[in-house]
């Protein structure tokens, strides 16, 4: 698999009937290792030891209706008593990351309304902070490491 730009981490990967696998610590389960998936493990990698924001807050694919369909969010970062902290859209390192896929991640922000909004494809990121009373965006250079204080 492709090296990604974030910092180096440990990935569980195992080979099951000629096929790759890789470990999916959230759902604590092996999945078929997609670039896709690469890029997903190595997200929450970068949430969870770098940005140290909790495991337990993390969800992964989580299904909503959009609009009549359904759609699953990659990666969302939970506050059990704020809501959502940060939406994630992750791809392949092969997709360009263009306004296409940055505006598919913003509708899907309509029902999630994150505080933060990360795209990426492992090797480009993309953070944005929610200004919900301006109705807009923000493009940050990146996203605030978790605060244990209270």
Known sequence: MERL????SAVKLKIKENKPLIFDQIRKKWLQCTPEEWVRVHCVNYLT???????????????VTLFRTRKRFDITVVHPTQGNLLLVECKA?????????FDQIARYNLEAKSQYMMLTNGLNHYFCAMDYENQRYNFIEELPKFNWAP
């Open 5 to 8: 730009n974030f910092p180096p």
């Open 93 to 101: 390192p092969s997709v360009k990351l263009n306004q296409q896929v």
């Open 49 to 63: 030891q770098t940005l140290h924001y909790p495991a337990s807050w993390i969800k992964i694919e989580t299904q």
